[in-house]
């Protein structure tokens, strides 16, 4: 079972928006550490936003965001950088930047005048390359890679960054379900195998489900949920919070909960749902013969 220590990452009566549309209203969070941890909830309500001004990229309306004690607007962001890493959502990099000149950006919050590249630097970089699966990759560039190698080539860039915290804007963007998983079991990898910190924002319920040690379900810019999967999601939040009709099973995988929505789509006659209407009935072509 993971352990949970006390946050390194704090909201305090945090108020955000752009200009004069407010998006997210006293909120406040405390952000488990040493855990993954996964922001739900419907389209709209705030998680991204959430997520940018909690990597210092939204400034606050009113309230504040801590790290490690401080408060985080009042830092270098090379110290920020050096202790959490922000990945955006469907990021985008120079035309022609290769994977390995992307990856060595990781390394910048760790250069200064009188540190520069060592051979620590090459072997972080080298390590990230070979831990994401995208070292033969290295002199490619970026924009000539498949959905699921961009994302994984950009997570070796934060990972390389080396920073205890780690802030995933919807990971799995245009990804299918097979590199979905693909870049949610490094996600995975990074947390158990290297202790990392992670909060990501994702849409999928069912993998927020499967690759979370906490949720943190938002509707119209409030935390109205939060905690464990298993203890999280029910029939009826999803209904209330998503508007989604569903039935929720043990998923036979993971022992966590499995969301099956319940749309109109159902076997003939079935037991425990509402049943196929006529309309929705298509009858079988006749013969002709």
Known sequence: MTSIDPSRLVAEDLTLGYGDRIVVENLDLQVHTGVVTTIIGPNGCGKSTLLRALGRLLKPKSGKVI???KAISSMRTKDVARVLGMLPQAPTAPEGLTVGDLVSRGRHPHQSWIR????????EVANALEL???????????DELSGGQRQRAWISMALAQGTDILLLDEPTTYLDLAHSVEVLDLVDRMHEDMGRTVIMVLHDLNLAVRYSDQLIVMSQGKIVESGRPQDVISE????????LEATVIEDPVSDRPLIVPIGTRHVYGAVGGPQKSAAHSVAAPQSTN
């Open 67 to 69: 790290l490690d004690g």
């Open 116 to 123: 520069q590249w060592s051979s620590d630097d090459e072997s």
């Open 132 to 142: 994401t699966g995208v070292g033969d990759l290295a002199d490619r560039p970026v």
């Open 236 to 243: 009826q939040l999803l209904l209330d919070v998503f508007g």
